[in-house]
């Protein structure tokens, strides 16, 4: 089983205002490999598991797992595809409390109809990974490793070739993060592929592949840049890449977002000697707004170090 | 899908109990209701059976022989007894009056009936009937035991018979006395009759007077207890629908519970369809074991109340199949929530 993203992007409604947090995203996955998909709160990780799973529709661009281009899928196929192709092992374990350890893993081959098998492969399973002895166990009697383990037994109910896991490690403490990250690397075997979403550094040793997502904090080392804008010329838009701080030397610069519909929303209008766009090269997030001059504006790019030795009272 | 809902009832149990709890007490409460007007009904009909008459024969344009009074000369029975079809004819008085028992007053329906003619009460389960002028047979409810006295329209009466379920017009009590008697009372003594009753259907009756089947005279009884009755019904169907809310209230508040469960079982291939099914199931098997309850609650209820409650057979067959539907109405509260899931929720948080 091999996984391929291409070109792909999404877009939705967030609080009114249109996100893109994929933007012409590529990757592969060969088999038998774990892969990160590592990038801070917000960059879009689980938005992409979302995607791979075949439980939210991109935008553009298309995912093919094996032969079968998941984002052709519709309906039924679709949902044939999230029963014999993914599993998931969601954050927060999310196991059904009124189930046992052994019921909850059974839950999807009985929801596919498999209901003969279920028991015995739900079984099979626990013990796989090392939880024979908590098989008639509530998730609330349960530890969050144990629950953790019951829920990738779970993903693995219908032996499928994909596994996802949203953040894996991020409800459990060092020593059951242990043996599920070993768990985690076991699965990955030749005919199966494993997406591991995490913003936890201490993954990445394991990982065969490492799919960044969001941008890291911009260290651009480059002199202060003048730049000089014509009125309603753009000088960043929402969602761009975030490098440097500007600061107003003439005219006036419109902050402004744009809404789900396409509208502009103003945000803040700043003139001399105001400075804008600090936030996105300091924390590596995109840019949350556009930058458009009002009138023949002049201002000066600072890279963050820059920006930081400047005398901010004369600001 | 069905055993998921049947473990989210286990672990929901103190909450689905107390559902169970509450939406029995309101089945049970409509089943008395229903025995209530049954018992109306069962009544007049026990009334109009006792008498043994297959026609009523009154004056033409009477609304019937319990809720009109147009008097006839007595001696008219033997005219109409001479009716072809007619085998036997008997003057009967039938009007309301109050009894005066140790000084407090109680309705009940006074039979006036020649002793041993049509009119005349079932066989007392207790003493026996009346043989004479001044001895009464009266209804168990009427409170008053064999040897007993009272007063009725300033005559005092001894009590030689008590029978049981003899009453109407919502359980007042019948008190059968002699036809002479029920004249002095009502009539200053005059030889007068409120109604002639056949055995044998007359085909013919004096002029100016109609005979009555039997069952306009059941349906003379019903007819003032109809808005009674209505509303009897009308509160039924109030109690279904707070049935109906008490678990529509109760599945709806798992389902938003459930939200995230039903998320993770739809991105594992869940439909919306098995996901309602399941909320159906539990709104059903609540329903279903309220009824069941309901009908054990009702045997407690019963003879707290003053008058008599004669719960259909059927009703006990047609509860649990009312249950099932107000079951399936009520998980339809919860149907959007169900239908509604994205699964992708299940990716979020704690």
């Not at chain 1, 753009?234 to 490098?243: E, K, P, T, V, Y």
């Amino acid at each position: 089983m091999r996984v391929g993203v291409s070109d792909l992007t999404v877009e939705y409604s967030s609080g009114g205002y249109l996100v893109r947090p994929i933007d012409s995203l590529d990757f592969e996955v060969e088999t038998g490999q774990l892969v990160l998909l590592l990038g801070p709160s917000g960059c879009g990780k689980t938005t992409l598991l979302s995607c791979l799973a075949g439980i939210l529709s991109p935008t553009s661009g298309t995912i093919v797992a094996g032969e079968t281009e998941v984002t052709a899928l519709r309906g039924k196929q679709l949902s044939e595809y999230r029963r014999s192709t993914v599993g998931i092992v969601f954050q927060a374990f999310n196991l059904i409390p009124s189930l046992s350890a052994l019921e909850n893993v059974a839950a999807p081959l009985r929801v596919s109809g498999r209901t003969s098998v279920a028991h015995a492969r739900a079984h099979e399973l626990l013990e796989r990974v090392g939880l024979t002895e908590r098989v008639r166990h509530r998730p609330g009697q349960l530890s969050g490793g144990q629950q953790q383990r019951v829920a990738i037994a779970r993903a693995l109910a219908h032996d499928p070739p994909v596994i996802l896991a949203d953040e894996p490690t991020a409800h459990l403490d060092y020593v059951q993060v242990e043996s599920v990250l070993q768990l985690i690397r076991e699965l990955a075997a030749p005919g199966r592929v494993v997406i591991v979403a995490t913003h936890d550094d201490r993954l990445t040793p394991l990982a065969d592949h490492i799919v960044e997502l969001g941008a890291r904090p911009v260290m651009v080392e480059t002199s202060p840049r003048r730049v000089e804008l014509e009125p309603g010329q753009i000088l960043f838009r929402q969602g761009d890449d975030s490098d440097l701080v500007y600061v107003v030397e003439a005219g006036e610069i419109e902050i402004f977002r744009v809404r789900a519909d396409g509208s502009e929303e103003l945000v803040n209008r700043i003139g001399p000697p105001g400075y804008f766009g600090e936030l996105g090269p300091l924390l590596g997030t995109p840019r949350s707004a556009s930058a458009r001059a009002w009138n023949f504006t002049v201002l000066t790019g600072y890279s963050t170090a820059d920006f930081q030795r400047l005398d901010k009272t004369a600001l | 899908m069905w055993y998921i809902s049947l473990a989210d009832l286990r672990f929901r149990q103190r909450r689905f109990i107390i559902a169970v709890a509450g939406t029995s007490l309101v089945f049970a409460m409509a089943l008395v209701l229903a025995g209530l007007s049954g018992a109306w009904r069962v009544e007049a009909q026990r009334t109009v059976r006792e008498v043994g008459a297959d026609a009523w024969v009154l004056r033409t344009g009477v609304a019937g022989p319990f809720t009109a009074l147009a008097t006839m000369p007595a001696a008219l029975a033997e005219e109409v007894a001479a009716s072809p079809g007619v085998r036997e004819a008997d003057p009967l008085i039938v009007l309301r009056q109050t009894v005066r028992l140790q000084g407090d007053l109680t309705d009940a329906n006074l039979f006036g009936h020649r002793l041993d003619g049509a009119g005349r009460p079932p066989e007392p389960v207790d003493g026996r009937r009346a043989r004479r002028s001044g001895e009464a047979v009266v209804n168990r409810t009427l409170g008053v035991d064999v040897g007993e006295r009272f007063d009725i329209g300033g005559r005092t009466f001894t009590t030689v018979g008590v029978v049981s379920g003899m009453s109407y017009a919502a359980g007042i009590p019948n008190v059968y006395v002699s036809i002479a008697d029920a004249q002095a009372i009502a009539f200053a003594g005059e030889p007068v009759a409120s109604v002639i009753v056949t055995r044998g259907t007359p085909s013919e009756v004096p002029a100016g007077f109609v005979a009555m089947p039997s069952a306009e005279a059941k349906a003379d009884i019903l007819r003032p207890l109809e808005s009674g009755i209505k509303s009897i019904d009308t509160s039924q169907i109030m109690l279904w629908v707070v049935a109906a809310f008490i678990i529509g209230a109760v599945v709806y508040m798992s389902a938003l519970e459930r939200v995230r469960d039903f998320a993770v079982l739809k991105a594992v291939g869940a439909s919306s369809v098995s996901l309602f099914a399941g909320l159906a199931l539990q709104s059903v098997v609540v329903s279903v074991l309220s009824s069941i309850a309901a009908m054990a609650i009702t045997q407690l209820l019963i003879p707290i109340f003053p008058m008599e409650v004669v719960i259909p057979s059927r009703a006990f067959v047609v509860l649990p199949v009312i249950a099932l539907g107000v079951g399936l109405v009520a998980s339809l509260v919860a149907l959007r929530r169900a239908v509604a899931v994205e699964p992708a929720l299940a990716f979020g948080g704690p």
